[in-house]
């Protein structure tokens, strides 16, 4: 199923919550653009903005060797160089500076693009005028643990949609054999990744679109009886995707991502039976006396349409049972009209 890169950056802005700052980077999308474009258009027009209104600076502390004193004078170091013969010290300073992690962070990712095969010629000249601009920010390698050290609040907002796009832009790219080459692979025909995706879309959508209802994941506990406290800890922990709840019901939403959206059993299409038998064990775990709507609690399983438009219902007890399918390759307002009918 090719799924158009408009509605890609939808899931993406759903996923993220950055549907607000999606409109304000205002990045034109059509058939034409290819993935690793539509990233560097992001992050184009994103840091024009940045450096538009000004990017964030902060307090960073430097030790640095001066002529005489400033800051806080490092003695071990200044003794140990001998420096103080020469009328000069080790001292630490607070400048206030865009060297920060976020600026750091941003820059290092426009290099990668500039250096990564099969973009746009256009946007590398982009790129490459923007990169200038950065005066005194420092290019870092990045890592998984970079990204997780960057501090974001409501004052630098915008910067959290830039660096998804850098994190996305590091998960996705590779070397080459060509030293300071990179190379774009395409995180759409990665099923993991595009399930992680598809679920945090279905969650934020709902969210955002009913914010008067109560929309998250949820822990349930097993409903078994245990003789000893201690076995308690070797049963795995059971999370919805989604959990939904309003005056009239309480749904659950298990969202699936497959290339195919049934199996195949003797030449039969069929649900996935795993599917079937985690949604199944949702509905019964979460029944609680103390509540009787929880008996009738809906579940919802939700699979993307590879063709094949599927609406089923069952009954186990009270309890109805859904498997849907949502089309991706549509227009985007019918994407909304389907996720909001399914509810």
């Known amino acids: 199923m090719h799924i158009p890169i408009e509605n890609i950056y939808y899931l993406l802005c759903y996923a993220w919550d950055t549907l607000d700052e999606k409109e304000q980077v205002n990045v034109a999308v059509d058939d034409r653009t290819e993935l690793l474009d539509l990233f560097a258009k992001i992050l184009v027009n994103g840091t024009r903005m940045l450096l538009k209104r000004g990017i964030e600076r902060n307090y960073v502390n430097e030790t640095l060797e001066l002529p005489g004193v400033k800051g806080k004078l490092e003695m071990g170091p200044t003794l140990k ?5 020469k009328q000069r010290t080790v001292c630490s300073i607070d400048e206030f500076s865009g060297n920060i ?28 005028s923007l990169i200038w601009l950065f005066s005194g920010i420092q290019t870092i390698e990045l890592s998984n643990r970079v990204f997780n050290q960057v501090r974001l609040h409501r004052n630098n907002r915008f910067y959290n949609f830039l660096i998804r796009v850098c994190r996305i832009i590091y998960d996705n790219t590779l070397p080459t054999e060509k030293p300071g080459e990179w190379v774009f692979k395409d995180f ?50 059971m999370r919805t995707d989604i959990s939904i709840e309003n005056e009239q019901e309480k749904i659950i939403i298990d969202a699936k991502y497959y290339r195919e959206t049934l199996s195949t059993w003797y030449d039969r299409e069929k649900i996935h039976s795993q599917n079937l038998y985690q949604l199944f064990s949702y509905l019964l775990n979460q029944q609680r006396s103390d509540c009787t709507d ?13 063709g094949k438009e599927i609406d089923l219902d069952y009954w186990y007890d009270q309890h109805l049972i859904q498997i849907k399918t949502l089309k991706l390759n549509v227009n985007w307002k019918e994407i909304e009209r389907r996720l909001k009918g399914i509810l």
């Open 188 to 237: 759409t025909r990665d099923e993991g990744k595009m399930n992680k995706l598809f679920e945090a879309f279905i969650r934020n959508f709902y969210k955002k679109e009913f914010p008067e209802w109560k929309v998250g994941t949820e822990v349930l506990h097993w409903q078994f009886q245990i003789p000893e406290e201690a076995h308690r800890d070797f049963l795995p922990v």
């Open 81 to 85: 160089s001998g420096l103080l013969f």
């Open 294 to 306: 929880s008996f009738k609690t809906r579940g919802i399983l939700i699979y993307p349409d590879t």
């Open 101 to 128: 992690l976020s600026n750091q962070i941003l820059l290092t990712t426009l290099y990668r693009l500039l250096r990564t095969c099969d973009l746009n010629p256009v946007l590398k000249k982009q790129l490459k």
